[in-house]
């Protein structure tokens, strides 16, 4: 005991010098029960049989002693839990179904974002994998990172809510629906079943339907909103953050906030009510609402400018444009 007690001291004080000198210190994880705080984060996986993406969403413990002094992110690599599950994961038809286990699980358990880049960029699919990994978790991440979570509790298929140790003992959790409220007052609603869909409200007390690998973030005092979830019968993703606005249709038109799109765009607002819209993928078509007319520039994705793009009012407030063949982002601004 004394030779293994002095080998993870030594190894504890490696990982806790490595953060003084270069910063953040990221370890490859599995044992982060025993150096949680000695390194910066993890991998979120486990080297174990159990599947993470399959397993019932079990998070209290990794929630209450392990997510406040550290950060696990992703479920580790993205083909580590997925090519166990299905090893033509890459090509299957189901591909997206899988991108979505796996940020809904990521969310569930409380860690960081990991970007799903698998897919390549020579494809629409990959474009829209990796665009929905980044704005899906970027600032939702920061909702809970380092914050101690104040409630952790598992909906009966009755829809009532019940501790962990009733979810344990009842099987409850086995359908893994999960909400947490963190201390500084986000609520994460993630429905990691395998069937049927899940009612919730949020912040604003509106009915959210969550399909399966569906999730609902918010937090009122900030104005933070997330959903992955079903809309008139289907799933779109959209989030509004301080830092910017997502919109994915997912192949059909969808209107959420002030977006309108058939695949992603993501909006950021700019000084003197400049606004600035990236198109991602799968759209002919954006639309967004602005407070005063203006004109719209379009850049490709290197940043040279191709001159302005013919605007139409939608209707009051709202404008729309037709996305030049190499444009990237447009600036929408005061003629």
């Given at each position: 005991?004394?030779?293994l007690a002095a080998t993870f001291y030594?190894?504890?004080?490696?990982?806790?010098?490595?953060?003084?000198?270069?910063?953040?210190?990221?370890?490859?994880?599995?044992?982060?029960?025993l150096y949680a705080g000695l390194a910066?984060?993890?991998?979120?996986?486990?080297?174990?049989?159990?599947?993470?993406?399959?397993?019932?969403?079990?998070?209290?413990?990794?929630?209450?002693?392990?997510?406040?002094?550290?950060?696990?992110?992703?479920?580790?690599?993205?083909?580590?839990?997925?090519?166990?599950?299905?090893?033509?994961?890459?090509?299957?038809?189901?591909?997206r179904e899988y991108v979505d286990l796996?940020?809904?699980?990521?969310?569930?358990?409380?860690?960081?974002?990991?970007?799903?880049?698998?897919?390549?960029?020579?494809?629409?699919?990959?474009?829209?994998?990796?665009?929905?990994?980044?704005?899906?978790?970027?600032?939702?991440?920061?909702?809970?990172?380092?914050?101690?979570?104040?409630?952790?509790?598992?909906?009966?298929?009755?829809?009532?809510?019940?501790?962990?140790?009733?979810?344990?003992?009842?099987?409850?959790?086995?359908?893994?629906?999960?909400?947490?409220?963190?201390?500084?007052?986000?609520?994460?609603?993630?429905?990691?079943?395998?069937?049927?869909?899940?009612?919730?409200?949020?912040?604003?007390?509106?009915?959210?339907?969550?399909?399966?690998?569906?999730?609902?973030?918010?937090?009122?005092?900030?104005?933070?909103?997330?959903?992955?979830?079903?809309?008139?019968?289907?799933?779109?993703?959209?989030?509004?953050?301080?830092?910017?606005?997502?919109?994915?249709?997912?192949?059909?038109?969808?209107?959420?906030?002030?977006?309108?799109?058939?695949?992603?765009?993501?909006?950021?607002?700019?000084?003197?009510?400049?606004?600035?819209?990236?198109?991602?993928?799968?759209?002919?078509?954006?639309?967004?609402?602005?407070?005063?007319?203006?004109?719209?520039?379009?850049?490709?994705?290197?940043?040279?400018?191709?001159?302005?793009?013919?605007?139409?009012?939608?209707?009051?407030?709202?404008?729309?444009?037709?996305?030049?063949?190499?444009?990237?982002?447009?600036?929408?601004?005061?003629?």
């Open positions: 005991m004394g030779t030594a190894y504890g004080q490696l990982l806790l010098n490595d953060q003084r000198v270069y910063g953040p210190t990221q370890s490859e994880a599995t044992y982060q029960w910066s984060g993890h991998y979120g996986w486990v080297y174990t049989p159990v599947n993470l993406l399959t397993h019932p969403l079990d998070i209290a413990f990794v929630a209450h002693k392990i997510h406040p002094i550290e950060s696990e992110y992703g479920m580790g690599y993205t083909y580590y839990y997925l090519s166990q599950l299905d090893k033509d994961w890459l090509k299957s038809p189901r591909k796996f940020l809904a699980t990521t969310i569930g358990y409380g860690n960081m974002g990991w970007l799903v880049k698998e897919f390549g960029l020579d494809n629409e699919f990959g474009i829209e994998a990796m665009a929905r990994s980044y704005y899906m978790m970027q600032q939702l991440q920061q909702h809970y990172a380092f914050v101690r979570p104040k409630t952790i509790e598992y909906a009966d298929p009755s829809g009532k809510f019940v501790t962990p140790s009733i979810a344990h003992s009842t099987g409850v959790i086995a359908g893994s629906r999960l909400h947490v409220e963190y201390e500084n007052g986000t609520h994460v609603y993630v429905n990691r079943g395998t069937q049927g869909t899940w009612s919730v409200k949020d912040g604003a007390g509106n009915a959210v339907e969550l399909p399966v690998s569906g999730w609902l973030v918010y937090n009122a005092t900030d104005g933070f909103h997330e959903i992955s979830a079903n809309v008139s019968g289907r799933r779109v993703d959209y989030v509004r953050a301080a830092e910017f606005e997502f919109l994915d249709g997912r192949g059909t038109w969808t209107e959420r906030g002030s977006l309108g799109a058939t695949g992603s765009v993501a909006r950021r607002e700019r000084a003197a009510g400049v606004v600035e819209l990236i198109d991602i993928y799968g759209n002919d078509r954006i639309a967004f609402e602005a407070k005063a007319p203006g004109a719209v520039m379009a850049y490709d994705a290197e940043g040279k400018s191709l001159g302005k793009v013919d605007v139409k009012s939608a209707r009051s407030s709202w404008y729309e444009f037709k996305p030049l063949p190499n444009g990237r982002k447009y600036v929408w601004g005061s003629e």
